[in-house]
């Protein structure tokens, strides 16, 4: 299957635990990008990569969260210290193009919950 | 600030029934790209449909159809004759030049009742 993939699918963790979060995106996509969707809610965008530099942070939700990509493949997500109100489902996705218009093709998600 | 409006959180329809899907949009930027993403029960979001601002052309592809209006800033999306496997919820995204991110809207859940 050459779509992209997340690992793990489900991750529950004690307060105040690290966690981390992988995606692997379609293998010739140059953009990754990483969302948040709590329940009942559209997905809310976090950052994002193109190759390995990473072009956009602010919107991450506090200094706990850091993402990267190391080699301009597969990224990782690290929340510390996590938090109750850290427990949502935590998507990928990664697209081709440099044009805005391509969509961007998403991962099955790892759902975080944290006790 | 870019801003997308579903106000429909919840449709229950039979099934072989049309449904439409409201999306309402706000951006200051005149080039943007318009989507709807499909996320069944399983959870993946799956790409449906895109157009960007400059075509406002109405397209249909199989049951599926869009009506897109720059002057209400509405992205409606039609499902014909829908079937019980259109049970999922329906998020419309917009992406402008202010950044290389998908702005969602809230969804709207479909239930398709046979």
């Not at chain 1, 997340?6 to 991750?11: A, C, F, G, L, T």
């Not at chain 1, 140059?30 to 994002?48: A, D, I, K, M, V």
């Not at chain 2, 409006?5 to 951006?27: F, G, H, N, P, R």
């Amino acid at each position: 299957d050459t779509g992209v993939s997340q690992d793990p699918r489900h991750k529950i963790t004690k307060r105040g635990q690290n966690v981390t979060f992988r995606c692997d995106p379609i293998s010739e996509h140059n953009r990754l990008y990483w969302y948040r969707q709590t329940l009942g809610q559209g997905p809310e965008f976090l950052t994002y990569f193109q190759n390995e530099a990473q072009l956009e942070k602010s919107r991450l939700l506090s200094d706990r969260f850091s993402a990267e990509r190391p080699k301009g493949s597969f990224s990782t997500l690290e929340i510390q210290r996590t938090e109750q109100g850290d427990s949502a489902m935590y998507l990928c996705a990664s697209s081709l193009a440099w044009d805005r218009s391509d969509e961007q093709f998403f991962g099955p998600g790892t759902r975080l919950t944290v006790l | 600030a870019q801003k997308v409006t579903q106000a429909q959180t919840e449709i229950s329809v039979v099934e072989k029934e049309d449904v439409t899907l409201d999306c309402v949009y706000e951006t200051r930027d005149t080039t943007y790209y318009l989507f709807w993403y499909k996320q069944p029960p399983s959870g993946e979001l799956v790409f449906l449909i895109r157009r960007n601002s400059f075509d406002e052309q109405n397209e249909i592809s199989g049951r599926y159809s869009w009506n897109f209006q720059k002057s209400t800033s509405s992205f409606n999306f039609t499902i014909t004759a829908s079937q019980v496997v259109d049970s999922a919820v329906y998020f419309c995204a917009l992406n402008t030049n202010a950044g290389n991110m998908l702005t969602f809207g809230g969804g709207t859940r479909l239930m398709v009742k046979p």
